[in-house]
């Protein structure tokens, strides 16, 4: 396993825009894929993005879809979700999550949490009207 840490988050108007980071200090983490979820106060954990180890695929939650943009920078060891258009139902704390159990596996089911087996410990996105 990895630890995957997240940053960006905040306090933000509707329409305005966020990028999140994640990184983790070890460099196998450049070769998992890496999942975005969300959890808002009293619902379940919810997809939101994904991107494969190469970054050739992506995968995003159809309430996001021309909004977020998933992308990875395997130099800096980074995967970012640049967040656009922001709602107010868009706010949630926001959980990178990797996949180290298939390195360098591009194929399989991105969407389901229990596909990743390390999680950050969230960052807060709150998005006023």
């Known amino acids: 396993q990895v630890q995957p840490v997240e940053s960006g988050g905040g306090l933000v108007q509707a329409g305005g825009s966020l990028r999140l980071s994640c990184t983790a200090s070890e460099r196998t983490f450049s070769s998992y894929a890496v999942g975005w979820f969300h959890q808002a106060p009293g619902k379940e954990r919810e997809f939101v993005a994904a991107v494969g180890w190469t970054g050739g695929n992506t995968y995003y939650a159809d309430s996001v879809k021309g909004r977020f943009i998933i992308s990875r920078d395997n130099a800096k060891n980074t995967v970012y979700l640049q967040m656009n258009n922001l709602k107010p139902e868009d706010t949630a704390v926001y959980y990178c999550?990797?996949?180290?159990?298939?390195?360098?596996?591009?194929?399989?089911?991105?969407?389901?949490?229990?596909?990743?087996?390390?999680w950050g410990q969230g960052t807060q996105v709150t998005v006023s009207s």
């Open positions: 999550a990797a996949d180290s159990r298939t390195p360098f596996y591009s194929g399989g089911y991105f969407q389901g949490a229990s596909r990743y087996d390390s």
